[in-house]
């Protein structure tokens, strides 16, 4: 890259608890000089370089759930009902007919589409009922390496691990072969006390071989469905909670409060992170309660008054669950303030914050902005977080 001046951004390194005012110079991939303005003396352009002025500057966008193996499929089997259950039936017939090319065509097109929009950091759930998809997305993970993008793969048994003989193997052949983080789907299995044993082999399972554990965990209305508590007390008792996330929990939305106080209570002291996935979740939850329609989405604002980390996920782009889905992250928050009530100035900020910040939670945290290191950052036109809520630009990958 030819060298580039960044005069007078706000500088949010997504570490620091204030953002600072600073002149970034940023040459062949790293940032070569950072001075804090007007503390340190400005930096001045070089004959023929490029100056920006003013702007904000942050990490990249991490995604922390989606699933690349089923992106882009929708036209190919469209969900006329809207609903998972569809979705689910749809998924499965299209599954047997995926070849490792086609997998990797579209895995690669959902990335790019994810790195236009500032994403570099790209956690993928698998279903480990297909063996050529697993492969697929684990080769894939070394490839984008390459190329500066960071691809986890979660171990996902998306029709569960103990409803059916042969889905236990199938998910432990896929952990084995490389994946970064365990899956379950406690809510799916046949009976509450299958999902508590799935949770457990899920967690046995990460610890034998060192990875992370990532829950698809209560996504359903069913006030019973109680594994979120089940997954911190784990977590707790074997002092993991920072290596385990908790996707969706949309059942919180429907537990009594004082359930849901002391499991929101339980999730920050267990410090596991809730992933919720606004956009398919609104559209996915609710479809068995007519009127008035509940809105499907976990208690973002009761979780962060709990002191807990929640990451906001995209989930779904054009996939048999959700058709839509530009792999735009800042539609993720935007859903997530309307549907979450979050439209207070500081939850607002916070939501589109929670991009570049939390959702790095999973790979380690926001990588590193500072003078002499790689640079991998972006550069958004406007200063205010809550103007990228509302206007949605496109920001500049400075990487
Ligand atoms: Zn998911």
């Not at 790195?115 to 009922?129: A, E, K, P, Q, Y």
Request: charged content about 25%.
């Amino acid at each position: 890259m030819a060298s580039l001046l960044l005069q007078e951004v706000l500088l949010d390194d997504g570490r620091a608890p204030r953002p600072l005012r600073a002149d970034l110079r940023v040459r062949d991939g790293r940032i070569e000089a950072l001075r804090r303005r007007p503390s340190e003396p400005a930096l001045a352009p070089l004959q023929g370089e490029e100056v920006v002025r003013g702007g904000l500057v942050t990490p990249p966008l991490a995604e922390p759930h989606v699933h690349l193996d089923a992106a882009l499929l929708a036209p190919r089997a469209p969900n006329h009902s809207g609903t998972l259950r569809e979705g689910i039936a749809n998924w499965a017939r299209l599954r047997p007919t995926l070849t490792a090319q086609d997998l990797r065509e579209r895995a690669r097109r959902t990335v790019a589409l994810y790195r236009g929009w500032g994403c570099l950091s790209i956690r993928t759930h698998v279903d480990t009922g297909s063996a050529v998809a697993v492969d697929a997305l684990l080769a894939l993970r070394q490839e984008l390496a390459a190329e500066g993008t960071t691809l986890q793969v979660v171990a996902f048994p998306q029709e569960g691990i103990l409803r059916a003989a042969g889905r236990q193997a199938a998910w432990a052949r896929a952990v084995e072969a490389g994946c970064d983080a365990v899956g379950a789907i406690p809510h799916y299995e046949r009976t509450a006390q299958e999902g508590h044993d799935s949770v457990r082999l899920a967690f046995d399972l990460a610890a034998r071989l060192g990875l992370q554990v990532d829950l698809h965990c209560d996504e359903t209305d069913d006030p019973d469905s109680r594994f979120l508590e089940q997954a911190c007390a784990l977590a707790l008792d074997r002092d993991l909670g920072r290596r385990v996330v908790a996707g969706h929990c949309t059942s919180l939305h429907s537990q009594p409060n004082p359930y849901a106080a002391k499991v929101c209570a339980l999730v920050a002291e267990s410090q596991v992170q809730v992933v919720c996935n606004p956009l398919d979740n609104v559209v996915l939850q609710g479809r068995y309660d007519g009127y008035p329609r509940r809105r499907g989405l976990t208690r973002v604002d009761e979780l962060w008054a709990a002191g807990a980390c929640v990451g906001i996920g995209h989930d779904s782009v054009m996939d048999p669950w959700y058709p839509l889905g530009t792999a735009n992250l800042v539609d993720a928050a935007s859903m997530a303030v309307h549907v979450g009530h979050l439209t207070g100035r500081d939850q607002l900020a916070r939501a589109v914050r929670t991009l570049w910040t939390d959702n790095h939670r999973c790979f380690g945290g926001p990588p590193p902005i500072a003078e002499g290191g790689p640079c991998r950052a972006l550069w958004w036109e406007p200063e205010d977080p809550v103007e990228i809520l509302r206007l949605r630009p496109a920001p500049r990958v400075l990487a």
